[in-house]
Protein backbone atom coordinates (compact mmCIF):
# COMPACT_ATOMS: atom_id res chain seq x y z
CA UNK A 1 0.00 0.00 0.00
CA UNK A 2 1.33 3.16 -0.66
CA UNK A 3 0.25 6.59 1.59
CA UNK A 4 1.04 10.22 -0.44
CA UNK A 5 1.13 13.36 1.25
CA UNK A 6 1.49 16.44 0.02
CA UNK A 7 2.68 19.51 1.19
CA UNK A 8 3.92 23.09 0.15
CA UNK A 9 0.40 25.05 -0.68
CA UNK A 10 -0.25 28.34 -0.34
CA UNK A 11 -1.25 32.02 -1.45
CA UNK A 12 1.27 33.89 -4.09
CA UNK A 13 0.99 36.74 -6.20
CA UNK A 14 0.54 36.34 -9.46
CA UNK A 15 4.11 35.86 -11.14
CA UNK A 16 5.28 33.64 -7.91
CA UNK A 17 6.90 30.63 -7.41
CA UNK A 18 6.01 27.48 -5.43
CA UNK A 19 7.58 24.16 -4.85
CA UNK A 20 5.15 21.27 -4.24
CA UNK A 21 5.99 18.47 -2.23
CA UNK A 22 4.88 14.70 -1.56
CA UNK A 23 5.79 12.30 0.32
CA UNK A 24 5.32 8.36 -0.50
CA UNK A 25 5.20 5.89 2.12
CA UNK A 26 5.68 2.16 0.95
CA UNK A 27 8.59 0.69 -0.83
CA UNK A 28 7.17 0.48 -3.68
CA UNK A 29 7.01 3.60 -4.85
CA UNK A 30 9.77 3.87 -7.43
CA UNK A 31 7.72 1.41 -9.76
CA UNK A 32 4.92 3.67 -10.71
CA UNK A 33 4.57 6.58 -12.97
CA UNK A 34 3.83 9.53 -10.99
CA UNK A 35 1.49 12.43 -11.78
CA UNK A 36 0.28 16.04 -10.09
CA UNK A 37 -3.49 17.07 -10.78
CA UNK A 38 -5.76 19.57 -9.65
CA UNK A 39 -9.08 20.68 -9.12
CA UNK A 40 -10.16 24.13 -9.38
CA UNK A 41 -13.69 25.26 -7.83
CA UNK A 42 -16.36 24.19 -10.32
CA UNK A 43 -14.20 22.66 -12.56
CA UNK A 44 -13.05 18.51 -13.13
CA UNK A 45 -9.66 17.51 -12.52
CA UNK A 46 -7.31 18.15 -14.86
CA UNK A 47 -3.89 16.05 -15.14
CA UNK A 48 -0.93 18.83 -14.42
CA UNK A 49 2.20 16.80 -15.11
CA UNK A 50 3.45 13.16 -14.71
CA UNK A 51 6.79 11.54 -14.64
CA UNK A 52 7.67 8.14 -15.48
CA UNK A 53 10.04 6.02 -13.25
CA UNK A 54 12.78 6.89 -14.83
CA UNK A 55 12.20 10.54 -15.02
CA UNK A 56 10.55 11.30 -18.18
CA UNK A 57 8.35 14.06 -17.91
CA UNK A 58 5.51 15.26 -19.64
CA UNK A 59 3.06 18.61 -18.93
CA UNK A 60 -0.43 19.64 -19.60
CA UNK A 61 0.33 22.64 -22.50
CA UNK A 62 -1.24 25.11 -19.85
CA UNK A 63 1.69 24.57 -18.00
CA UNK A 64 4.29 23.81 -19.76
CA UNK A 65 7.23 25.94 -19.68
CA UNK A 66 6.23 27.22 -16.28
CA UNK A 67 5.83 24.37 -14.18
CA UNK A 68 9.08 21.43 -13.14
CA UNK A 69 7.88 18.15 -11.92
CA UNK A 70 10.21 15.97 -10.22
CA UNK A 71 11.07 12.71 -8.28
CA UNK A 72 13.45 10.92 -5.90
CA UNK A 73 13.59 7.60 -5.31
CA UNK A 74 15.61 7.16 -2.79
CA UNK A 75 13.76 9.13 -0.57
CA UNK A 76 10.08 8.18 -2.08
CA UNK A 77 9.77 12.42 -3.09
CA UNK A 78 7.77 13.62 -5.74
CA UNK A 79 8.09 17.82 -6.61
CA UNK A 80 6.24 20.16 -8.47
CA UNK A 81 8.10 23.65 -9.12
CA UNK A 82 5.60 26.21 -10.33
CA UNK A 83 7.07 29.31 -11.84
CA UNK A 84 5.47 32.30 -13.10
CA UNK A 85 1.84 31.26 -11.62
CA UNK A 86 -0.83 32.70 -12.80
CA UNK A 87 -4.45 33.15 -10.89
CA UNK A 88 -5.87 30.38 -13.26
CA UNK A 89 -3.62 27.95 -11.61
CA UNK A 90 -5.40 28.42 -7.99
CA UNK A 91 -6.63 24.83 -7.29
CA UNK A 92 -6.19 21.95 -4.64
CA UNK A 93 -3.26 20.46 -6.37
CA UNK A 94 -3.17 16.16 -5.83
CA UNK A 95 0.11 13.43 -6.02
CA UNK A 96 -1.52 9.96 -7.30
CA UNK A 97 0.18 6.61 -8.38
CA UNK A 98 -2.97 6.48 -10.81
CA UNK A 99 -4.52 4.03 -8.21
CA UNK A 100 -3.29 6.20 -4.64
CA UNK A 101 -4.01 9.96 -4.37
CA UNK A 102 -3.18 12.39 -1.72
CA UNK A 103 -5.21 14.28 0.32
CA UNK A 104 -4.24 17.37 -1.61
CA UNK A 105 -2.73 21.01 -1.11
CA UNK A 106 -4.48 24.72 -1.94
CA UNK A 107 -2.85 26.84 -4.39
CA UNK A 108 -4.12 30.07 -4.34
CA UNK A 109 -2.66 33.01 -6.73
CA UNK A 110 -4.01 36.34 -6.31
CA UNK A 111 -4.17 38.35 -9.35
Known amino acids: QVQLVESGGGLVQAGGSLRLSCAASGNIFRFYTMAWYRQAPGKQRESVAS???????NYADSVKDRFTISRDNAINMIYLQMNSLKPEDTAVYYC?????WGQGTQVTVSS
Open 96 to 100: TSGVH
Open 51 to 57: ITRSGTP
